[in-house]
Nanobody, 121 residues
């Protein structure tokens, strides 16, 4: 069974960097559009940004200039590069992706299990 897996989270000091990855375990044809979300303790889930199949991106105002979403279609992997991290970036980060299992097949939406990012002051 295919799963969407995030990795790369951890504990970092303020001002540091992390790179999160989002990849599908199992056989797929492609990852289409992907959104990165986060949920901080006691807060609602927030959209961090997204990337289309062609690589067009958008980022939330709160992370613009610090976070960058990119993708490697050959590896079917999407990345969230996070620089200049702040304590308020502490959250569980999730990716949400539309997966295609075969050429011309329908898109199916999947969520990853999340990866914890903790930024210490």
């Amino acid at each position: 069974q295919v799963q969407l897996v995030e990795s790369g989270g951890g504990l970092v000091q303020a001002g540091g960097s992390l790179r999160l990855s989002c990849a599908a375990s199992g056989s797929i044809f492609s990852i289409n559009s992907v959104g990165w979300y986060r949920r901080a303790p006691g807060k609602q889930r927030e959209l961090v940004g997204g990337i289309t199949r062609d690589g067009n991106t958008n980022h939330a105002d709160s992370v613009k200039g610090r976070f960058t979403i990119s993708r490697d279609n050959a590896k079917n992997t999407v990345y969230l590069q996070m620089n200049d991290l702040k304590p308020e970036d502490t959250a569980v980060y999730y990716c949400n992706a539309n997966l295609q299992f075969y050429r011309w097949g329908p898109l199916e939406n999947y969520w990853g299990q999340g990866t914890q990012v903790t930024v210490s002051s």
